[in-house]
């Protein structure tokens, strides 16, 4: 069973940016497209990045131009870098295959104080 740890939330002030880290137990990405969903506190988790293994990357549209996604298949590890964040950045924020296929990681907490 393919495992998935997620790393770099916070806390940050509107504006500010983090690097979100996401290691995989063992290599899948060459095989799958693979996600960022983010989950605030009463709604449902949504997608907010992918990328293919041919480094084809979409986003959502509250996101677009302020988040990248990217991928290092040799470190079986997958980033987020979020730029320009607001307060209704907030979330937890998981990775994932699109469409999901691996049990959910503990994921990392990102809170935007405005």
């Known amino acids: 069973q393919v495992q998935l740890v997620e790393s770099g939330g916070g806390l940050v002030q509107a504006g500010g940016s983090l690097r979100l880290s996401c290691a995989a137990s063992?290599?899948?990405?060459?095989?799958?497209?693979m996600g960022w969903y983010r989950q605030a506190p009463g709604n449902q988790r949504e997608l907010v990045a992918s990328i293919t293994r041919s480094d084809s990357t979409d986003y959502a549209d509250s996101v677009k131009g302020r988040f990248t996604i990217s991928r290092d298949n040799a470190k079986n590890t997958i980033y987020l870098q979020v730029n320009s964040l607001k307060p209704e950045d907030t979330a937890v924020y998981y990775c994932?295959?699109?469409?999901?296929?691996?049990?959910w990681g503990q994921g990392t907490q990102v809170t935007v104080s405005s």
């Open positions: 994932n295959t699109v469409p999901i296929r691996i049990d």
């Open positions: 063992r290599s899948i990405f060459r095989f799958a497209t």
